[in-house]
């Protein structure tokens, strides 16, 4: 299980982030960003923070643990921006920023006066980078965006599940998820050219392309054949035998993505003559007989468990894994010998455990420094950065500009993260 790391040198570091974004897409990539060194400020509403603050369960001693998962590595800052004096205090902290991060719907920022053409004047280097529901052009800009919506519009529900049956989402967020990870893509496009020329840009992605981008497969039939796909199940769309099977005890995965693998696979199942047969003889002829084929082989694999079919296809170099639940992946020993359970302390929540950063790296490994914040836990210190002094700060608190850790004042000290 990994924890705090060594001290190494970060990838980002001199990156300032100011990240406007909640609940997923936009902290997924402020997080990203965050864990190989970038300076992430978390600017949330002052009633109440993230949204994701108030999912109240699961709770960890009272600290949403959806928000916990997604804002490690980040500074947080609670401002008032419908109000001039929080209007203001987000323009000093932009004049020095990098990259500014949101997700609002089409216009709002712009209703706040703090859209991409006023702060680019404060800042004209500055990577604004927006994550929509449908983007900014087209008949749907103007819409909200929300996961499911997404998966729904942009075809991914159609070809999930079983043939024949109900539409259904898969099982996570991927349309959140992966418009974080494309957004980082973006933001660090735009950092390398900024890097080179000094100017800032726009950067835009939203959950239907993050969606529609996990439509390869299904997108080269569509436009080879005009026809659209649907749901195949566990199993591929292009090859078989590729998919889950019931055993004599819990369910597996054989990958029989090409013919070398498909003739381990018939040794392994004592039918070795299945690789003469005229039925699955080649991957088109078995995708043609597919029911038949699958049906054998579930007979046969229902006759031993799934440890002795597993450690048969391993001994034949043949693809082939378990059907884990999400608490066996997470604590496989090979995901923590990856460093992909993140250990930190929280100082309410306690011991806590996220995920780790999916990508390695042999130089500038990512460091898991900062609990994700308390809302508003560096209010203070970041002010006084900015130049701030103590009554400034203790009127801003009194007049509800900002929020910091209960119990502050800019007269005393500020509480520090663990």
Request: glycine share 10%.
């Amino acid at each position: 299980m990994t924890t705090i790391n060594k001290p190494s040198k970060d990838a980002l570091a001199g990156m300032k982030v100011i990240e406007l974004a909640q609940i997923m897409a936009g902290p997924t990539c402020g997080m990203m960003l965050a864990d190989l060194g970038a300076e992430v400020i978390k600017v949330e509403k002052i009633n109440g923070g993230d949204d994701s603050r108030q999912y109240s369960d699961p709770q960890i001693n009272g600290i949403s643990a959806p928000f916990l998962m997604l804002n490690r590595n980040k500074q947080a800052i609670a401002l008032d921006l419908k109000s001039e004096k929080g209007k203001e205090i987000l323009f000093k902290l932009i004049k020095d920023a990098d990259v500014l991060t949101e997700n609002f719907r089409k216009g709002t920022m712009e209703k706040l006066g703090i859209g991409y053409d006023t702060l680019r004047k404060i800042n004209p280097g500055l990577i604004y980078c927006s994550i929509s529901g449908y983007g900014s052009e087209g008949p749907y800009a103007d819409k909200g965006g929300f996961d499911l919506i997404a998966q729904g519009f942009s075809g991914l529900m159609s070809i999930t599940g079983e043939p024949n049956g109900a539409p259904l989402r898969t099982g996570n967020s991927i349309a959140d998820i992966n418009a974080g990870i494309l957004a980082a893509f973006g933001i660090l496009a735009a950092y390398q050219h900024k890097q080179r020329t000094g100017e800032g840009q726009r950067v835009e992605t939203s959950l239907l392309e993050a969606s529609l981008q996990q439509l390869y497969w299904h997108a080269a039939i569509y436009f080879a054949t005009g026809e659209s796909p649907g749901p195949s199940g566990s199993s591929h769309i292009l090859a078989t035998p590729y998919q889950a099977f019931p055993t004599g005890s819990d369910w597996i995965i054989i990958g029989g993505a090409n013919e070398k693998n498909w003739v381990r696979i018939a040794q392994v199942l004592g039918h070795a003559e299945w690789t003469e047969d005229e039925r699955f003889k080649t991957n088109s002829a078995r995708m043609a007989n597919k029911p038949a084929l699958i049906t054998m082989m579930t007979e046969i694999l229902a006759t031993r468990p799934a440890a002795q079919w597993l450690a048969e296809f391993d001994k034949a170099g043949v693809p082939a894994g378990p059907v884990n639940n999400i608490g066996q992946a997470l604590m496989h020993p090979q995901s923590l010998a990856m460093g992909m359970v993140v250990e930190q302390e929280h100082p309410v929540a306690g011991a806590i455990r996220t995920v780790g950063m999916p990508v390695k790296f042999s130089k500038t490994q990512p460091r898991y420094h900062r609990p994700p914040p308390r809302i508003g836990e560096d209010t203070i210190q970041i002010l006084q950065g900015l130049g701030y002094t103590s009554s400034e700060i203790d009127e801003l608190i009194q007049t509800g500009t900002i929020t910091c850790v209960s119990g502050n004042s800019a007269q005393q000290p500020a509480a520090t993260s663990q």
